[in-house]
């Protein structure tokens, strides 16, 4: 039991000094070492075979709402990739962007299931990017992010808007240690919740592709 409890505490040891590396630790690491808090990183690969998000399939909508969608997505990364950066301006920017669209989007042809779920994610995706473009701080950003995210990813997977592939990724120390969400359109770890602090602290959780 001594043992036990021994390996256990070397192993927390072990995953919570990996989330709290240094910029320059994190730069040299490689993805073996900075993993995540599961593990090595051939754990977290099949863990990202599951499905985090689940949402309906709506395959047969009109081209223009994917096409919204899509750039939808783009805007999202820019504002993701702004807070990677810590850089409070551009996050706004691209909050502003993300709001733009989000408005726009044509949900009007859309029929009964379809449209009551994308005025649903839509009214999520403004409210979630108006809370970030009005906040002052990067903490106040960083605080709606994983809201933001879940909408603009359900979006994309339900009406199979991507045009590339897009990794969910979590952090289980973001917001004060709840744990938060946030999508790439790249596997390789870059955390907008820390920033250099802890930029690869993380693990892709869900993989979705066309």
């Not at 993701?80 to 301006?89: E, M, Y």
């Not at 979630?128 to 002052?136: L, N, R, S, V």
């Not at 917001?175 to 993380?202: Q, T």
């Amino acid at each position: 039991m001594k043992k036990t409890f021994f390996a256990a505490a070397l192993l927390a040891t072990f995953t919570f000094a990996s989330c709290s590396e240094s910029s320059t630790e994190n730069t040299e690491a490689t993805t073996m070492e900075h993993g995540d808090m599961h593990g090595a990183g051939a754990e977290t690969e099949a863990m990202a075979t599951g499905t985090v998000v689940e949402t309906p399939k709506f395959d047969s909508v009109a081209q223009p709402l994917q096409t919204q969608i899509d750039q939808l997505v783009d805007q999202y990364l820019d504002l993701k990739n702004a807070l990677v950066a810590s850089d409070v301006a551009a996050t706004k920017a691209a909050a502003n962007e993300v709001l733009g669209t989000a408005k726009a989007m044509p949900v009007a042809t859309l029929t009964t299931d379809e449209k009551a779920y994308a005025e649903e994610k839509t009214a999520n995706v403004i409210g979630g990017a108006e809370a970030i473009a009005t906040a002052t701080d990067l903490e106040g950003q960083r605080a709606h992010l994983e809201h933001l995210s879940e909408a603009v990813f359900s979006l994309a997977k339900a009406f199979n808007a991507a045009d590339q592939t897009l990794y969910y990724q979590h952090c289980p120390m973001a917001l004060n240690d709840k744990g938060a969400y946030w999508l790439s359109s790249n596997e390789e770890i870059r955390n907008p919740y820390f920033g250099e602090k802890m930029l690869k602290c993380g693990s892709t959780e869900e993989v979705y592709k066309q």
